[in-house]
């Protein structure tokens, strides 16, 4: 599988997913700088979290104009699979590959925390390694994750089951409980959660290697 990781000014947990991506794969995945403006054949593209961009304007509204994300929506617009992980997330919402805004969190506070989700879809490239309705912890850590559309949007995007996972303890105030969404054509996933810091035993929990093995399984 061949993959890469872009890296904005302020990401943090690009080192984070390179190895996660680098222990499911064997290889070492490419390292885009966002104001790269060209990407190698690539299987997958990964939008690390942090602080893109300093989280100026709103989360992730600079990053989705940069240079590399032209590129980068190209691709998508034509199969290649792309998952963004919490500034991720934010920044695929406001480039306009997933549906939906992230809001601030009801309590106006940061929350970092372990949080148990559900899996609600695992019929995706992302997911197929997991079982449909498995609960599964993996953590959070983020100001501005409290998922919200509007009624049509959400109507839409449930009766097509873009669900991925939903929170069961809802720590932010996310419309529906939804902790990860993917587009219709099913190659673009946005999740708020990180399961690239669980992906390995010295993480105390491996609740996300399953991810990493599925996207290798199906994209791989």
């Known amino acids: 599988m061949k993959a890469a990781v872009v890296v ?18 064997g290889q070492k995945p490419h390292m885009i700088w966002h104001a790269d403006t060209e990407l190698p054949d690539l299987d997958l593209i990964v939008l690390p979290g942090g602080f893109s961009y300093g989280d100026y304007l709103r989360t992730g509204a600079m990053a989705a104009h940069s240079p ?14 792309v998952i963004g992980i919490c ?4 920044i695929l919402c406001e480039s306009g590959l997933v549906p939906g805004v992230l809001l601030r969190n009801i309590s106006l506070k940061f929350v970092c925390k372990q949080v148990r989700l559900r899996v609600e879809n695992n019929t995706t490239a992302f997911t197929s390694l997991f079982e449909k ?6 953590p959070v850590a983020h100001g501005e994750g409290n998922y919200f559309a509007e009624p049509d949007t959400i109507e839409k995007i449930e009766g097509n ?24 054509k099913g190659n673009v996933l ?9 992906n ?3 993480h105390g929990c491996t609740d996300g290697a399953a991810m990493f093995a599925s996207m290798l399984k199906k994209i791989g």
């Open 161 to 184: 089951g873009q669900v991925v996972f939903r929170y069961i303890d809802n720590p932010n105030g996310s419309m529906n409980d939804i902790a990860g969404i993917i587009n219709e």
């Open 68 to 81: 590399v994300m032209r590129e980068v929506i190209a691709r998508a617009n034509k199969g290649v699979r």
């Open 133 to 138: 309705g498995q609960t599964v912890t993996i």
């Open 87 to 90: 500034n991720g997330f934010q």
């Open 200 to 202: 390995e035993t010295l």
């Open 190 to 198: 946005g999740m708020m959660p990180h399961p690239e810091r669980v």
């Open 8 to 25: 904005f000014p302020g990401s943090n947990c690009d080192r984070d997913a390179s190895r996660a991506l680098e222990l499911a794969t």
